[in-house]
């Protein structure tokens, strides 16, 4: 049988010096010394709520139980349980992470006795519960029937930190302009008691392509892709929520509403200014900014909404639904392409835009422009 060598990272501190009740252990606060040749694996651990923390029972007998007494005292093999008693003595705990200073972690909910040594940390790994709720037999049949249920059902709760979550899947990062999307969104569809079902009955008008427009997508479910979403290129960080009838509401940004967010979150902008303005990218300083920028995406969120937005009854105008277009075949490029997009040419060929050499729109960061 091979055996391994295992050299630890570093060190618990904390006031038992004994073993004792583990429930007692968590609940007091313990802190981890890193040991200065590791403190460099530290970098970007702040981005993370939750820890796996593995650690050497130095305290306990080497001894394999076939079986132990757990609480309330049913006897169970030692792979079925938390004992200390183990063949390689090894426990593994998920820790809250409460504050980091240099190569000092200090934790909640750590059941290892002082002087323990630690093995090794990781960051939490949820994929399998997800999953595993992604594909519940009885929740995925619902969700055939109902896709936007989940999203329904938070947006009547108002539960925009999990709409921020979610948004941001498809977002890809998190910042201040989602948040506002996300809160604008949900104040929108509760408002008019707003249902979405992708079939052009709701309408969301947005007048920017930035951040926030991505909050008001995935909230309302009003997309591009769909046709129930209008962009109207105005640079403002306002929308407007409205049903078939015309009549919805607009809601905007006030003007002091990105000084309120600064003042907010002082730390944020001093970071912002370092590491992106003046592209300052060193490890630790870009690990403090995101996290900063983590803290000021949802703590925006918690912010009243009538200090960000104000909030306008609109009667807007509907463009008639989308209508559905013959596809032809381009002459040059042999590919399928929607005949409103094309020049005909003799003998009934047709040419799309692209290859005839541009004349066509493009919406990019800057907005939308002709592409001559």
């Not at 090794?120 to 595993?132: G, L, P, Q, W, Y």
């Amino acid at each position: 049988m091979n055996t391994f060598k295992l050299k630890p990272v570093g060190i618990v501190k904390n006031s038992f010096n004994e073993p004792k009740d583990y429930r007692e252990i968590k609940e007091k606060l313990s802190t981890i010394e890193i040991y200065e040749e590791y403190k460099d694996a530290l970098l970007g651990i702040e981005e993370n709520d939750y820890l796996d923390i593995i650690f050497y029972f130095h305290k306990s007998d080497e001894k394999l139980q076939s079986d132990t007494k757990t609480y309330p005292g049913v006897l169970r093999g030692v792979f079925a349980s938390r004992s200390p008693k183990r063949p390689n003595l090894i426990g593994v705990s998920t820790v809250k992470l409460i504050e980091r200073k240099g190569n000092m972690l200090t934790v909640q909910g750590f059941d290892a006795i002082n002087g323990s040594p630690v093995l090794d940390i990781k960051n939490c790994d949820t994929s399998m519960f997800a999953h595993e709720y992604d594909n519940n037999p009885v929740h995925q049949n619902k969700l055939k029937t109902a896709p936007r249920i989940d999203i329904r059902n938070e947006i009547h709760s108002n539960r925009s930190e999990s709409l921020m979550i979610k948004a941001a899947q498809m977002h890809g990062h998190y910042c201040p302009g989602l948040a506002m999307g996300v809160m604008a969104a949900t104040h929108a569809m509760n408002k008019l008691e707003a249902e979405s079902d992708g079939m052009e009955d709701l309408l969301a008008i947005t007048e920017t392509n930035n951040c926030f427009s991505d909050g008001v997508q995935f909230v309302t479910g009003c997309t591009f892709g769909n046709n129930a979403l209008i962009f109207k290129d105005l640079g403002k960080t306002a929308f407007t929520l409205t049903k078939r009838d015309g009549e919805g509401i607009r809601i905007f940004s006030k003007p002091e509403s990105q000084e309120i967010i600064r003042e907010a979150f002082p730390d944020f902008q001093n970071l912002y200014k370092k590491v992106v303005e003046e592209q300052n990218h060193d490890p630790e300083l870009v690990t403090a900014y995101r996290k900063s920028a983590l803290e000021r995406s949802f703590g925006t969120l918690t912010i009243e909404f009538e200090k960000l937005f104000g909030v306008q009854n609109v009667k807007a105008d509907i463009p008639e639904y989308a209508k559905i277009h013959d596809s032809v075949i381009c002459s040059v490029c042999n590919e399928s392409i929607m005949q409103t997009r094309t020049l005909k040419k003799d003998n009934n060929q047709y040419t799309c835009l692209y290859c005839n050499g541009g004349g066509y729109n493009i919406l990019d960061g800057n907005g939308i422009y002709k592409l001559d």
